[in-house]
């Protein structure tokens, strides 16, 4: 329990047992569900819940500082399951509570209890406290709101602005060690919807916030909200950051030695450049640099005539994301008997695919197509610059 300002509390939950999110996306410090108590003189709310392996500790924690009879409101932002799975057992307790939820979310799901649903910019009365409702669909589910507190100027986004850790005080010592969570958690949850972000985003910025709230990572106040919105702002137009990345598979090593000479001529000209083995570098960590990178190399060996799988699933994974969109794309592929450019292309539709660079025993590569391939992916940088 944390008291964030005269009326607010915040109930941190840390789940230190569940070790992929979503069952896909690692987790090697545990996540935080963060739920909320808006306290006035007029009853108390409750914003969102927890998942429900750990409601007995999110109601003790409750529990603390309102009682049950003084609930008046629980405000479902989110209906997954992390969010709101807990919120049976809450009302089983506070049965005088009605759900507050977005219209979308009163149609889509059936929900416990009394249900009040809210359109875009309702308010609802705590006495001295007001709850405002803005709508932000998409972010990433179509139900989507948060809820904004004006007396204290404090905003619960729930999804928007999270990150994975546990962070039990909702703060971080390691602050660059934090963005890299709350980037990978971006680009695995948020980043398909990236233009509703950039919709939501605008949203949150006009209620001029001084405490973003949100349901996973901590608490951002000061320079730390400023900078998490600006990044959210590069984030979600996939801006360029000034760097190549190089995705990469290699069976026998042809197709390495093509990535580390190109990585060698790069670097040579002073462009930064990450080269990563997807058959061994974990896909939510990768894909955070695909998110700003200004040009992408896919290099891989054909495998059964087709595209190497760890290369194919990840790209897939990545293009369905949005994470490839506006990017110019090189590929370089290995064959023996026989070529998958067709495939690769077909893969990559819609996408800006440049040029494809096909080679093998019997018709190796050319000298110079690398360092003339480095040329191009270096005028790309500096005119990002």
Not at 4 to 23: C, K, N, Q, R
């Amino acid at each position: 329990m944390k008291q964030i300002s005269e009326h607010l509390f915040a109930v941190p939950v840390v789940d230190e047992e569940t070790d992929l999110f979503e069952s896909l996306w690692p987790l090697d410090d545990g996540v935080n569900y963060n739920a909320y108590v808006v306290r006035g003189t007029d009853g108390a709310a409750i914003i969102d819940t927890v998942h429900e392996s750990l409601s007995d500790e999110f109601l003790s924690a409750v529990f603390q500082v309102v009682r049950p009879e003084e609930i008046k409101y629980v405000v479902v932002n989110h209906m997954e399951p992390d969010h709101s799975s807990s919120l049976s057992q809450l009302l089983e307790k506070a049965p005088n509570a009605k759900v507050v939820i977005s219209q979308t979310g009163a149609t889509l799901f059936s929900l416990p209890g009394d249900v009040l649903p809210v359109r875009d910019g309702d308010t609802l009365s705590l006495g001295d406290v007001t709850l405002r409702f803005v709508h932000t669909p998409w972010t990433h589910w179509p139900e989507t709101m948060v809820t904004f507190v004006p007396e204290d100027r404090v905003v619960f986004t729930c999804d928007l602005f999270g990150a994975y850790g546990a962070y039990p005080d909702l703060s971080a010592d390691d602050w660059d060690a934090y963005l890299l969570e709350a980037r990978r958690y971006y680009v695995t949850v948020l980043s398909k919807y990236a233009r509703f972000v950039s919709a939501a985003l605008g949203k949150v910025r006009a209620l001029q916030p001084k405490i973003i709230a949100p349901g996973h990572g901590i608490l951002y106040s000061g320079e730390r909200l400023e900078q998490i919105l600006d990044l959210y702002g590069g984030w979600a137009e996939n801006k360029a950051e000034g760097r190549i990345l190089i995705l990469y598979g290699s069976m026998y090593g042809s197709v390495y030695s093509k990535v580390d000479s190109l990585v060698h001529a790069l670097e040579s000209m002073g462009v930064t450049v990450d080269a990563l083995d997807l058959s061994r570098e974990d896909w939510s960590y990768a894909m955070t640099f695909v998110l700003g990178a200004d040009a992408v190399v896919v290099a891989y060996p054909t495998y059964d005539a087709d595209v190497f799988p760890p290369v194919r699933f990840f790209l897939e994974t990545v293009k369905d994301k949005g994470l490839l969109a506006g990017k110019p794309i090189y590929v370089i592929e290995a064959h023996g008997w026989a070529s998958s450019e067709q495939k690769i292309r077909a893969l990559l539709d819609g996408l800006d695919v440049r040029e494809v660079f096909s080679f093998s025993a019997k018709q190796p590569l050319p000298l110079d197509a690398i360092g003339a391939l480095a040329q191009k992916l270096a005028g790309i940088v500096q005119q990002h610059a």
